[in-house]
């Protein structure tokens, strides 16, 4: 897996699609990882979930905890577990990429 | 060492600070010792000590369970924790000389607290002061320090003008923590980037 994250329109869709021309890609992976949030699955389960289908994929993830905590307890307890889905899929992937400004950094 | 930590929620940057503190204090322990492998020797020395300082507060089960979320994180590694939601400058009370090695987790709680205390709301300017002078008498005190804190300015909400007072307050003490810090860490998915200092990083769990 390659994992791709970075803020809202910071040009992870872009980036991905010049540098990892020819892979499969699976842009905004947090729409799906919602679903299995609002399932009431776990985060651990759901990255599990992720790795198997998306293993082999370029995998596009919005970084979404860096603003003030939510007052609403289900976006507040979201934004956490999807951070944590983040750790996991980052562990896995053999590559992570940060996006800020368009500019991507191997950081992993 | 001064290392600051930041990192959004569930970034991993609580693990990434316990891990940079421990290895600060084990080459003090060993140092002291005067052995490679503190672990291997068994020593322990009581002039070189380990705080975790704690300055989240519980108001709600949702709190408490992240407490004892870390609780169990930090559990068997040493540490003494300090129960300290404000007046950070109680630590040094605690701290006897430059050997002891501090983990203060974190400064948006401890800003939060001091701002938001007993019901008033203090001003920015204030809070801001009170911190910087807290922090600093901590920092002199201490042989190495590991400081978390949180990126909370990066949404788009528009928000009151408190809480606005309060993204700037926190904003203006990580920019000065930032400046006099040897490393300044952004964790990202679990993945520490190097903002300020080597481009080196020993964080070796995997």
Redesign the interface.
């Known amino acids: 897996m390659k994992l791709i994250i970075g803020g809202k329109a910071s040009g992870k869709t872009e980036f991905a699609n010049k540098e990892y021309e020819g892979y499969k890609i699976a842009d905004n992976i947090n729409d799906l990882a919602r679903n299995l949030f609002d399932n009431g699955m776990s985060y651990e389960k759901a990255s599990e979930h992720i790795i198997k289908n998306y293993g082999e994929y370029v995998v596009i993830t919005d970084e979404v905890g860096n603003g003030i905590v939510p007052i609403d307890k289900t976006e507040r307890d979201f934004r956490e577990w999807i951070g944590r889905i983040q750790v996991l899929l980052a562990k896995e992937a053999d590559e992570v990429i940060r996006l800020i400004c368009g500019i991507g950094q191997r950081i992993k | 060492m001064i290392v600051l930590v930041i ?6 940057k609580s693990e990434y600070a316990e891990e940079r503190i421990c290895n600060f204090y084990k080459n003090i322990l060993c140092k002291e010792a005067k052995v490679w492998d503190i672990e291997a020797s068994n020593i322990k020395t009581k002039s070189n000590r380990l705080f975790y300082i704690a300055t989240m507060q519980s108001f709600s089960p ?1 709190e408490d369970a992240k407490i004892e979320r870390h609780r169990r994180l930090r559990d068997g590694k040493n540490f003494e924790t300090i129960e300290q939601p404000f007046d950070l400058e109680k630590v040094t009370e605690k701290l006897l000389n430059k050997s002891d090695c501090i983990l203060l987790e974190c400064m948006s709680n401890l800003v939060a607290n001091e701002m938001f205390r007993d019901g008033l709301i203090v001003s920015e300017d204030i809070v801001v002061r009170k911190i910087k002078e807290a922090l600093s008498e901590v920092l002199q005190k201490t042989a190495d320090a590991v400081i978390v804190t949180n ?7 528009n ?1 009151d003008d408190t ?1 606005n007072a309060y ?1 700037r307050a926190l904003g203006k003490i990580n920019a000065c923590i930032a400046g006099k810090a040897d490393e300044v860490i952004e964790v ?4 520490p ?1 190097i903002i300020k200092g080597e481009k080196r990083c020993p964080f070796s769990k995997e």
Not at chain 2, 7 to 12: E, L, P, R, Y
Not at chain 2, 188 to 191: H, K, L
């Open positions: 990192g959004g929620s569930g970034s991993g949702e990126n909370i300015a990066e949404d788009m909400e928000y809480t993204i990202v998915a679990g993945i980037i």
